[in-house]
């Protein structure tokens, strides 16, 4: 047996030796296998979701979405913008109940009335996390009104019945000890912030209860003055009881979230990346980014650069990371029972889906 081994092996180093047919080398791909391989279908890009979103003309509101139209953040969603249809919200919000739309951006208040009512809205995340509505009133009673209480016998504009700026009039009012039924008369003016301005101008309506960028917009044209600025250090601790409130977010029902819990995640992306953008930018970076996009200079025709900038200023400190706070929903819904906004309580649980933002004290 080692005899037949070892001529086995004698004969290999021979065979090597005379040149004999080395090991073959890896072949090439033939061109028929190279065709055959091109041809191979390659997944196509998912389609992307479209959505309509619901607001009203509140830079509080809406900034977080103005920023994420400027910067591509719902193409990187995969989500494509369809409509973003601006209203008055009490009208906006119907249309939601009805499943008219899905997703909408909405003050506190909607949520429990739209429960309460029996269409299981939930905010899905917070884009402001404190309260923004404000009075202001008419320049030629500067000498006349000067606190909230001197508004007694006037006549307040608001956008519509069941809206945040009714319902922080309502609060405002009552804290001064004037009665919203009695004392003054309370004027919808809808949801277009010219009319608001013309209002004022005209004296159709003696004060205005305030959100941005109207409210920068008739300070800097000396329309108005504030009698209760929603910013000023210690007004909502002195108002609400507390800083921190859930104010403003974006809402959806409970039916999208079963249905489509992917697109709801991704709904809440889009609002964290424009939060996250603001945080990082300054006022006249976020104003420049605005108004150099076509869609989102829209949202504020006849104001230059340099008001945008004012009305971002004035609000950007209130802009948190998404998340839906407990505290902040305290404080909401006990000045909604005090003074009688809603008909009843509801929980943290059933104002909030916190799955996709997160919550936070």
């Known amino acids: 047996m080692l005899r037949i081994l070892t001529v086995i092996a004698l004969m290999g180093l021979v065979a090597g030796a005379c040149g004999g047919t080395a090991a073959p080398s890896p072949a090439a791909p033939s061109t028929a296998a190279t065709v055959a391989a091109s041809a191979a279908p390659t997944a196509s890009p998912k389609p992307k979701d479209k959505v ?41 919000r119907q249309a939601m109940i009805a499943k008219q739309y899905d997703f909408g951006l909405y003050a506190f208040v909607h949520i429990p009335i739209a429960r309460l009512a029996g269409s299981p809205f939930k905010m899905v995340v917070q884009v402001h996390d404190q309260e923004i509505f404000g009075l202001i009133a ?20 608001f956008t519509t019945p069941g809206s945040g700026t ?20 309370l004027v919808s003016l809808g949801g277009d912030n010219s009319v608001f301005y013309t209002a004022m101008q005209s004296g159709r309506v003696d004060a205005i209860a305030s959100f941005e960028p109207i409210g920068t917009k008739v300070i800097a ?7 209760l600025d929603a910013y000023a250090p210690g007004t909502a601790k002195e108002q609400l009881g507390a800083d921190k ?14 249905a ?5 995640k991704r709904m809440v992306n889009v609002q964290k990346k424009g939060l996250e953008q603001i945080k990082a930018s300054s006022a006249s970076a976020l104003a420049d980014l605005i108004m ?6 829209q949202h504020f025709q006849g104001y230059d650069k340099a008001l945008v900038t004012k009305v971002i200023e004035h609000i950007k400190g209130g802009f948190g990371t998404g998340c839906l706070s407990r505290s902040g929903f305290d404080t909401e819904m006990k000045v909604a029972l005090d ?19 997160g919550s936070c004290p």
Not at 166 to 184: H, I, M, S
Not at 292 to 297: F, L, R
């Open 52 to 92: 309509t979103l619901t607001g009203i003309n509140s830079t509080e509101l809406n900034l977080p979405t103005l920023v994420a139209i400027a910067k591509g953040y719902f193409a990187e969603e995969n989500i494509e913008l369809a409509e973003f249809v601006i209203g008055s919200s009490g009208t906006l």
């Open 138 to 157: 008419r320049t030629q009673l500067r000498d006349q009104v000067k606190s909230v209480r001197d508004l007694k016998g006037r006549k307040i504009g």
């Open 166 to 185: 009714w319902a922080l009039a309502n609060v405002y009012l009552k804290k001064a000890g004037l009665d919203p039924d009695k004392d003054v008369e």
């Open 221 to 227: 044209d000396g329309v108005g003055y504030y009698v």
């Open 245 to 258: 409130a859930d104010a403003l977010g974006l809402a959806t029902r409970e039916d999208v979230i079963a």
């Open 260 to 264: 489509k819990p992917d697109l709801v």
């Open 292 to 297: 150099g996009n076509a869609q989102t200079a």
């Open 339 to 357: 003074y009688k906004l809603v008909s009843g309580p509801i929980t943290f649980e059933q104002f909030a889906d916190s799955q996709f933002a």
